[in-house]
């Protein structure tokens, strides 16, 4: 069940500060296209634009809607385009810590699409938001024709950093207190930048001001935390050969937060799937090209027959 609330409304009370509408979201991207709507028991943000077959943009851990600023209006020429913030991100309310696991935020997810009486031809997902919607695929929750895993985090980490950042991210998400310093210090002259640029990524100072807002809330960045403590890539990860849904990896060469490498081994993994190397592109590639992206992605709906073949050539 799914209801339409007032977007100027003010969002639940929470012991750590979100993001506020009327504040942070005052100059928001894209922001005609937002709506507050509640389902699964949380007040969702949700941007929805454009015309055709309907694709779902699920952003990654610590991101917002801002993160499609500039591709979701490329996109929206030839998709209905619906991105949401995730639960707990941007303007999201925060589940309680138990919802915050890739299963369950796959059902969350399922039961907002439902509501908004979405069934997506195409889904598109970055970092952990490929993740997100492989389980959701793989559970049969949604069926599109095709996912786009823009450096999707797709694999564990493996190796010592994953035996040293798993308890790390537990511990950092146990505390109220570490979310309230990381948002405190995201508002020291340079940290935001430094945060980006260590992704292998160069994007504009707006761009850097949508992250610089989000990362200083508190709530924002407990929910961040929350996310990389609860979720578990094993299972999702042993079945992306049963995938059914057409796979494309899009891959920045110079991401260094997950590896170009890791698409590659994903591809080895699912039958049929596809990969596209952006060269010297870091780990936000859709925010720093996303003409060049748009048009990897419209090529791959064409080729999935969701497209006329005319639309690619015409741009």
């Known amino acids: 069940m799914m209801r339409a609330l007032n977007d100027n409304a003010p969002p639940p009370r ?24 509640h389902a ?72 907002l699409l439902r509501g908004l009486d979405h069934a997506p031809a195409v889904v598109a997902g970055h970092s952990a938001g490929a993740a997100l919607l492989a389980r959701m695929c793989l559970d049969g929750s949604i069926a599109p024709a095709g996912l786009v895993a823009l450096n999707g985090a797709l694999l564990p980490i493996g190796g010592a950093a994953g ?64 996310m990389m403590a609860s979720w578990r890539l094993e299972r999702t990860a042993q079945q992306l050969p049963q995938l059914a849904t057409r796979l494309l990896l899009i891959a920045g060469s110079n991401d260094k937060t997950i590896a170009a490498s890791n698409s590659a081994r994903v591809q080895r993994m699912v039958p049929g799937a596809g990969i596209a190397v952006m060269p010297g592109l870091g780990h936000l590639a859709h925010e720093e090209r996303p003409h060049d992206v748009r048009d990897i992605m419209v090529e791959f709906a064409r080729d999935a027959g969701l497209l006329p073949r005319s639309l690619a050539a015409a741009e």
């Open 14 to 37: 929470s012991p750590l500060a979100k993001p506020r509408w009327d504040i942070e979201g005052r100059d928001w991207p894209n922001r005609d296209a937002s709506r507050f709507v």
């Open 40 to 111: 699964a028991g949380l007040r969702w943000h949700v941007q929805e634009s454009g015309r055709g077959p309907v694709l779902l943009l699920i952003h990654g851990t610590s991101a917002a809607t801002h993160s499609w600023r500039r591709l979701a209006p490329l996109l929206a020429e030839p998709f209905t385009v619906v991105a949401p913030d995730l639960p707990g991100h941007g303007f999201t309310e925060t589940p309680a810590a138990a919802r915050m696991t890739l299963d369950a935020m796959a059902q969350d997810l399922a039961t």
């Open 163 to 226: 035996r040293v950042m798993l308890p790390l991210a537990r511990l950092l998400a146990s505390s109220a207190l570490v979310p309230r310093l990381l948002a405190r210090f995201a508002g020291n002259p340079g940290m935001v930048e430094r945060m980006l640029a260590d992704t292998g990524s160069s994007i504009e100072p707006e761009g850097i001001d949508y992250y610089r807002r989000l990362v200083r809330s508190p709530g924002h960045v407990a929910a961040a935390l929350r």
